[in-house]
């Protein structure tokens, strides 16, 4: 059978606190200890009350650029060396404590190295009492004449306050004074521990300013440690369990009052109002700040400190000393503490001494040391992680949960990063070289701290009772006391003033005495006195009767209208309600409007810097392509130049292409005839052969018919079968050869002086030209053409020249140059060498004209041969210009 499930209890939903917009950022001091010996080396330097520097130590390595870096950190206010205990604390810890007295929530705690002095600035020495007895003296300074009595104000063990009668605050104060074992408080500062008297000399005292008169207070303090990430209550009495049983060897179990048991940890709750606390620990009223020293100093002495490489005395956990301050206005008489728990009003000043973090390698910790300090240094990362998250969250508009479970010190502070008081922090720093890095890691920090904005705590809603009751109460009590001392009669014994003039107002009696039996006139007027006082007392009766009644219709009318004005209250609380329901919704879109238009802010920066990014690669784009359009265009121009270079080098290969295939088909056709010559020749000397062969008729020599030329209009010379005869005594006419050369081009004719004038018949004839022996670029400036004149020796002994010919065009540099076009050979050979074929021609009697023009142009050609070649022909010297090739002997 399945039983039904029961349903969960709901929980109780918390009561809205008031919102409140406005955030102060986390205030951050700095506090710089001297150093421990004058000789030892500096790496901070105060250069202003808000701001230090800090020097990399010699044997630290430079950074890059090979300087030493220094860096600067700015603060709410930096503290010196020579500063004194009192100045820190009216910078720093008066405005909480002044907090606290006017209902607000504070926290102070101190962060730095080991052996950087966090705990001398909490605690303090002897003359110099640090933050912690300087805030209770200034507690007890300020609400001393208005404390409650003892047992008034008794904690709930849910972090809250109840408020008991006078009856029970007094059964409550007789049975701790009848405990043996709860000490007392001391009468005065010579029964304290040595170390804290005269901490704080009577000069030094302060109290604060507009404390309420009309309220009354008291103190709780507890001093709890958390070691190893517990938390272990310091102001716990030793426990002695005297029931736990013991065995002996017989099986017997005896029973010991001796037993120790250890101290166990506590753990962390949350209350109604969803704020952290303590459960379990011990919360001590104290009424003076003597008694307060005392209970501190007994959970000093509890406090778990160890001997390491770098602190005689250091911190092995971190230590949170807690003042609750509670207060409740009197009632109307302002003579007790109103009985109503809703107006308690609870707050509290946390002040934290933090262990301080440490590097292994320098303590040389092992064990148990080492673990703690592993500890210690995981718990401040914590608190580093989470001071990030909240600066991004605040910053970012993102909504990043805060890790502050992973630590008990977060944990427990967690509701003062989310609006329930003040927090501040002084940062402890030791100039010496040695803690430089570490240093610079607090430093970051405390720079990180700052941005984290807290909201502000708002203010306790005040009591409607009209101010001054207690003052009125005690001048009520003072004149009373006056007037029962003038009387005579007791003091304590109260009796109203209206009785006594009442009892004033009535007739004297007579004397009541009878001395003799026969008088009749004692009774007669004692029994008229007293009528008359019957009558005096029914008139007074009647009076207060009549006087009751009419006070009674009063009341029923002033009932009446009271009840009128409640529902008028309560119909003005419910249209309170509703537009207190509407300011809330008002402010809750408030709230999220401004969420949204942080994260509309943060996205317009993201999209800003994406912008600026893209507006850069732009520009660099546009840059690079400016520069390839530069480049483009300039290869574009090259292409250009080139391709017009081209085409000039392609028209100029083309006309030389052009000129060198018509030189080789000149060159073909003038050796096909030169061919068809020479056959001719042959037939020729074999037909005289025949012809010489009849003496009775001997044959003419025929004539010699010339040799075609190059020109191709030009038609090759008939040859006869006979030469034609010479007339006898015809002189004989040299034909000049024109050259080529003439023309009207100006001419640069360069002959080196090595030449020889060789005389021949046939020259080059160059009028109006330019001679030199080195050719020169003004020379060539001048001219159109220019012609080399080449000299040298042939196989056979004889002077060989060559007119090496070419024109002259100017270069794009300004410059000049030769372009060579064409080669002439000159040969010369003896005239006076005789051949058989001259002879026998001698020899023969003229036949006529044919026959001696034949004989002299061969006599001509014997004479001088000139054979004109192009650059670059295929003909060798045997292929002649201007004349028919010399007739070799067979």
């Known amino acids: 059978m399945l039983r039904p499930t029961k349903g969960k209890t709901p929980r109780r939903p918390a009561p809205k606190k008031p919102y409140n917009n406005q955030k102060d950022p986390v205030g951050v001091y700095c506090r710089v200890r001297p150093l421990s010996c004058d000789d030892e080396e500096c790496c901070i330097e105060v250069i202003h009350n808000t701001t230090i520097q800090l020097h990399a130590p010699d044997g630290l390595k430079a950074n890059r650029n090979g300087e030493y870096k220094e860096t600067q950190y700015s603060f709410k206010k930096v ?100 405990q043996q074992n709860v000490p007392k408080t001391p009468s005065s500062r010579q029964r304290l521990d040595p170390e804290f008297a005269d901490m704080i000399r009577p000069e030094e005292a302060c109290k604060a300013d507009g404390v309420d008169e009309d309220s009354s207070y008291s103190v709780f303090v507890s001093y709890i ?72 100093w007994k959970g000093q002495k509890k406090r778990r400190i160890a001997n390491t490489q770098l602190n005689r005395e250091s911190s092995r956990s971190h230590s949170v000393f807690i003042i609750k301050l509670a207060q409740a206005p009197l009632d109307a008489d302002g003579d007790n503490v109103l009985q109503d728990k809703n107006q308690v009003t609870v707050s509290q000043l946390c002040l934290v001494d ?30 580093r992680t ?60 405390a720079e990180m701290t700052q941005e984290v904005e807290v909201a502000r705590p708002v203010d306790r809603p005040i009591c ?36 006594n003039q009442l009892l004033q107002s009535f007739p004297p009696l007579p ?45 029923q009318e002033m009932d009446g209208s009271l009840m009128n004005k409640e529902n008028y209250i309560h119909q003005q609380q419910g249209q309170l309600g509703e537009k207190d329901k509407c300011i809330q919704d008002q402010k809750s879109e408030i709230d999220r409007l401004e969420k949204k238009a942080k994260m509309l802010e943060y996205k317009i920066d993201i999209l800003q810097k994406t912008t600026n990014i893209y507006e850069e690669d732009k520009r660099t784009l546009q840059h690079e392509l400016e520069s390839r359009e530069h480049r483009l265009a300039r290869e574009q121009s090259e292409k250009k130049r080139m391709e017009a270079r081209m085409q000039g080098m392609v028209y100029d290969t083309k006309l030389q292409w052009e000129k060198e295939c018509e030189r080789r088909v000149n060159a073909k056709q003038l050796e096909m005839q030169n061919k068809l010559w020479v056959k001719d020749e042959k037939l ?25 030329s190059r020109e191709k209009d030009r038609l090759p010379a008939k040859r006869s079968a006979s030469p034609s005869p010479v007339p006898t005594g015809a002189p004989v006419r040299p034909h000049h050869r024109r050259s080529h050369s003439a023309g009207n081009e100006r001419w640069v004719d360069h002959k080196p002086v090595t030449n020889v004038e060789l005389d021949t018949v046939m020259q080059p004839n160059l009028p109006n030209s330019i001679k030199v022996s080195t050719p020169s670029e003004k020379a060539l400036s001048k001219a159109d053409k220019y012609v080399l004149t080449h000299q040298e020796v042939a196989s056979d002994g004889e002077i060989q020249t060559k ?75 045997g292929y002649q210009h201007h004349g028919y090739q010399k007739r070799r002997k067979p």
Not at 99 to 107: R, T
């Open 684 to 708: 020729k000397q074999l037909k005289a052969i025949v012809t010489e062969s009849r003496p009775e008729n001997p044959p003419a020599r025929p004539e010699k018919p010339q040799r075609p």
């Open 354 to 383: 933090l262990a301080g973090s440490e590097r292994t390698s320098r303590t040389r910790a092992e064990g148990s040391r080492l673990r703690e300090a592993g500890n210690i240094n995981q718990s401040l990362m914590t608190l």
């Open 386 to 445: 989470c001071m990030e998250v909240l600066r991004e969250n605040q910053m970012c508009g993102t909504n990043k949960m805060v890790p502050y479970r992973d630590s008990k010190v977060t944990h427990f502070f967690k509701n003062y990063f989310d609006g329930e008081g003040k927090v501040r922090m002084i940062v402890c720093v030791n100039p010496k070289a040695d803690d430089y890095e570490e240093t610079l890691l607090v430093m970051r920090f």
């Open 225 to 296: 440690e958390i070691y190893n990430n517990y938390i272990y209550d310091l102001l716990e009495e030793t426990p002695v369990d005297p029931l736990k049983a013991k065995w002996n060897s017989g099986g017997t179990p005896l029973r010991s009052n001796t037993e120790f048991i250890p101290p166990q940890s506590k753990i962390l709750r949350e209350d109604q109002n969803h704020n952290m606390y303590v459960a379990g620990c011990t919360e001590v009223e104290v009424k003076s700040t003597d008694e307060a020293f005392d209970v501190f």
């Open 79 to 178: 503290f010196g060396i020579k500063t004194t205990q009192m100045e820190l604390f009216e910078d720093v810890s008066k405005p909480l404590v002044d907090d606290v007295i006017h209902g607000k929530n504070g926290l102070l705690f101190t962060y730095g190295v080991t052996g950087s002095g966090k705990t001398y600035t909490m605690t303090g020495s002897a003359g110099q009492g640090g933050l912690l007895p300087r805030s209770l003296d200034m507690i007890f300074n300020s609400i001393g004449p208005y404390q409650a009595k003892r047992f008034v104000f008794k904690p709930d063990d849910k972090n809250g306050m109840e408020i008991q009668n006078q009856v029970d605050a007094l059964l409550e104060r007789q049975k701790r004074d009848s």
């Open 803 to 877: 007119l090496i010919k070419g024109e002259v065009f100017k270069t794009r540099s300004g410059g000049q140059a030769v372009q060579f076009t064409d080669i002439e050979t000159l040969k010369q050979e003896n005239p006076t060498a005789s051949s058989r074929k001259r002879r026998s021609s001698e020899n023969q009697p003229p036949q006529g004209d044919g026959n001696m023009q034949g004989g002299w142009t061969d006599v001509e050609n014997r004479c001088s041969v000139a054979v004109e070649m192009r650059a670059g022909s295929n003909l060798g010297p």
């Open 511 to 555: 004397p009541c005495e009878i001395s003799d039996p026969s008088d009749d006139q004692t009774l007669p007027r004692l029994i008229e006195a007293l009528e008359r006082r019957h009558r005096m007392r029914q008139s007074m009766i009647d009076e207060y009767n009549r006087t009751a009644n009419m006070l009674k219709s009063m009341l």
């Open 464 to 499: 409607g009772f009209a101010p001054g009751r207690r003052q009125r109460n005690l001048a009520f009590k003072d004149e009373l006391s006056r007037r029962l001392e003038e009387r005579g009669g007791p003091v304590d014994t109260e009796i109203p003033a209206a009785l």
